[in-house]
């Protein structure tokens, strides 16, 4: 059955980075492009990142532009979010998720939370 494991969050300080890892499993991986998504309290959830199947495109939400980059391994089915000069208003929940060309059912990880702070 399909999984995607989230995992690398933690409590890190206004300006700091973290990388954030998915690792799936029960899928064909290297066919579909990969989102990132993050949920933060009482809010909506958001899509961050989006990288294609072969990892040669990617887009951002204009609230994390030039501080996130988003990478995968087709070999290690797992795909990453790296994030830089980290603020307050990226503290959430980030789950990753399967994107184009998968349809439904819609599959979600347990996610991980990611918490910026002094």
């Known amino acids: 059955q399909v999984q995607l494991v989230e995992s690398g969050g933690g409590l890190v300080q206004p300006g700091g980075s973290l990388r954030l890892s998915c690792a799936a499993s029960?899928?064909?991986?290297?066919?579909?492009?990969m989102n990132w998504y993050r949920q933060a309290p009482g809010k909506e959830r958001e899509l961050v990142a989006v990288?294609?199947?072969?990892?040669?495109?990617?887009h951002f939400a204009d609230s994390v532009k030039g501080r996130f980059t988003i990478s995968r391994d087709n070999a290690k089915k797992t795909v990453y979010l790296q994030m830089n000069s980290l603020k307050p208003e990226d503290t959430a929940v980030y789950y990753c998720?399967?994107?184009?060309?998968?349809?439904?059912?819609?599959?979600w990880g347990q996610g991980t939370q990611v918490t910026v702070s002094s």
């Open positions: 998720n399967i994107g184009p060309p998968w349809g439904s059912p819609d599959y």
């Open positions: 990288i294609s199947s072969a990892g040669g495109s990617a």
């Open positions: 029960g899928f064909a991986f290297s066919l579909y492009a």
